[in-house]
Structures are given as C-alpha cells and as structure tokens.
C-alpha cells in the first residue's frame, strides 16, 4: 500500500499556500480543494508564521520569491 492508498480521508489534511500572487493561490487553492484536501492561504510569510504557529498544516506549499520575508527565511 502506498502513501496516496493509505490516506483515506483528504478532508482531514490541511494545506497551507503560501504566495505573494492571488490568482496562484485561488488557482491552487481550488485545484486543492477539488480532489478533497482543505487549503489555507496566506499571502506573505508572516502571516504564515502567524497561521502555523495557531493551528499547524499538515503541508506548507510557499513561493520563494515574495516580498518581505521569502520562502527560505
């Protein structure tokens, strides 16, 4: 059995976007949405800090060119 078989439900796993652009992060965000998973979205890295430090994703999907805080800090 792998990974994919072995989750049996998407609704229970949450993902966090994490992307300076809003048209990726609505087009992510409901490509996600449609195969069952739950997507937050955060639109800068700080804010994302703020999300995972409340109440931690199972994932985090982030653009490493953002303004501010970039995806390697």
């Known amino acids: 059995m792998d990974l994919y078989e072995s989750i049996t439900d ?4 949450i993902i966090l ?17 449609q195969v ?5 979205v955060a639109v800068d890295g700080e804010s994302a800090i703020e999300q995972v430090e409340e109440d ?7 653009d490493i060119q953002m303004p501010g805080m970039d995806g390697f800090e």
Not at 56 to 62: A, F, G, Q, T, V
């Open 36 to 40: 069952g998973f739950k997507a937050r």
């Open 10 to 13: 998407l609704s229970t796993c």
């Open 56 to 62: 931690p994703p199972d994932l985090i999907l982030m």
């Open 17 to 33: 976007l994490v992307d300076d652009n809003p048209t990726n992060l609505s087009v992510l965000s409901l490509a996600l949405k």
